[in-house]
Nanobody, 120 residues
Framework: QVQLVESGGGLVQAGGSLRLSCAASGRTFSDYSVGWFRQAPGKGREFLTAISRSGSSTNYADSVKGRFTISRDNAKNTVYLQMNSLKPEDTAVYYC?????????????WGRGTQVTVSA
């Protein structure tokens, strides 16, 4: 079992940046790939990006490609999501998730989320 805690959300103006963190505890963190998702009010959960266990492979949704960057530090048991050029439509609750498989059809473990609000 692995526990995930997101942090780093907040209020930012359009065009600004935020860096989210996903801190893991429990099992060996490097055994898990990690994905980031978001859910805006009244909308379904949207996949954003994922990173493999070693960090050698990443994948991005078209909606964030070129603006968001995923990275990980296995020594710190943390995955990061650097978000640049933020837009009001990026407003959502952001979640990280972990699984032993890279890009699984469903992730086994989820954090509780962190709110990101982008003002116009």
């Amino acid at each position: 079992q692995v526990q995930l805690v997101e942090s780093g959300g907040g209020l930012v103006q359009a065009g600004g940046s935020l860096r989210l963190s996903c801190a893991a505890s429990g099992r060996t963190f490097s055994d898990y790939s990690v994905g980031w998702f978001r859910q805006a009010p009244g909308k379904g959960r949207e996949f954003l990006t994922a990173i493999s266990r070693s960090g050698s492979s990443t994948n991005y949704a078209d909606s964030v490609k070129g603006r968001f960057t995923i990275s990980r530090d296995n020594a710190k048991n943390t995955v990061y999501l650097q978000m640049n050029s933020l837009k009001p439509e990026d407003t959502a609750v952001y979640y990280c998730a972990a699984d032993t498989v890279f890009l699984p059809s469903s992730y086994d473990y989820w954090g509780r989320g962190t709110q990101v609000t982008v003002s116009a």
